[in-house]
């Protein structure tokens, strides 16, 4: 067996940090069968490395420097070479390498991560919906072969189910990008509906953004239909793997009774059954 260069950090490691960090899939993590747990924690713990790149930079060049890191780091953990001590790469390359874990899904989720530093926001709503895949669905793809699951009905499931997950996440984080005056509204939504952007970054909800958001959010609602539609075909031991779908359904939800107002209390304020809704799922089997 190719050689780790330290032990892997027990899984409570990741856990606590999951816990800390990236909630939502903390809990989503806990539905994996518990031989499969760990290397799932591994895959959402490197998820947030990458996805936390762009905030920690002051510079893009940084960002390229670090994510390069990571290209390496998966290189040596694809081989027999030692790898590098870290708190995630360690336990991650130990998931790689006992479940076979596919390099390009991990080229893809750095890749995609690698454009969140030019700052440039999407110019039609297709474009965010393909940023959505790239940034989302090779993680639920990496995810299902560490559960052991090869259906491709589970495979379709799992991308529209990520797909909805990320735009529903997106919509969630505009009141936080507005703060530093980013945003991911397409280019011809806003030109569409003649909103200014100035009352995007000072907080204020308005007709023409809800109206944006809506037609985000029915992109969403499409992809989650699509993967719901699938549930006959998929087997149970896919399940945890699709359970984004359940927080998705959750979100967009939540924006409706909100009129599509990301900045409406409703919206913004954690969702105290989060964990709730990812229990009956799980019992029922349908995500």
Do not use: C
């Amino acid at each position: 067996m190719p050689a780790i260069a330290e032990t892997a950090p027990a899984g409570h490691d990741l856990a606590e940090l999951l816990r800390r960090h990236d909630h939502d899939r903390y809990l989503l993590a806990l539905f994996a069968p518990a031989e499969r747990r760990d290397a799932v924690m591994a895959l959402y713990a490197f998820n947030r490395e990458i996805a936390k790149v762009r905030e920690s930079v002051s510079q893009p060049v940084l960002g390229q420097i670090r994510l390069q890191w990571w290209r390496e780091g998966l290189e040596s953990a694809a081989t027999d070479a030692a790898v590098r001590k870290h708190e995630v790469l360690t336990p991650l390359a130990a998931a790689i390498r006992r479940h076979g874990l596919s390099r390009e899904h991990f080229a893809r989720l750095i890749e995609a991560r690698e454009r969140d530093l030019a700052d440039e926001s999407p110019a039609t709503l297709t474009a965010l919906e393909a940023y959505a895949e790239e940034s989302a669905a090779p993680l639920q793809f990496l995810t299902l072969e560490a559960l052991g699951v090869t259906a491709p009905d589970a495979t379709e499931a799992a991308r529209h189910a990520a797909i909805a997950y990320a735009l529903a996440g997106l919509l969630r984080a505009t009141p936080h990008l507005a703060r530093t005056r980013r945003h991911i509204l397409p280019q011809t939504l806003i030109d569409e509906t003649g909103f200014d952007l100035e009352t995007l970054f000072a907080g204020k909800p308005s007709p023409q953004l809800a109206a944006i958001v809506r037609r985000i959010a029915e992109r969403a609602e499409f992809h989650l239909g699509a993967a719901r539609a699938l549930r006959s075909q998929v087997p149970r031991a896919a399940l945890p793997a699709l359970l984004p779908a359940v927080l998705a359904a959750a979100d967009l939800n939540r924006l409706r009774r909100a009129n599509h107002d990301v900045f409406a209390a409703l919206v913004t304020r954690p969702d105290p059954r989060r964990s709730w809704r990812l229990t009956l799922a799980a019992l029922t089997g349908r995500y």
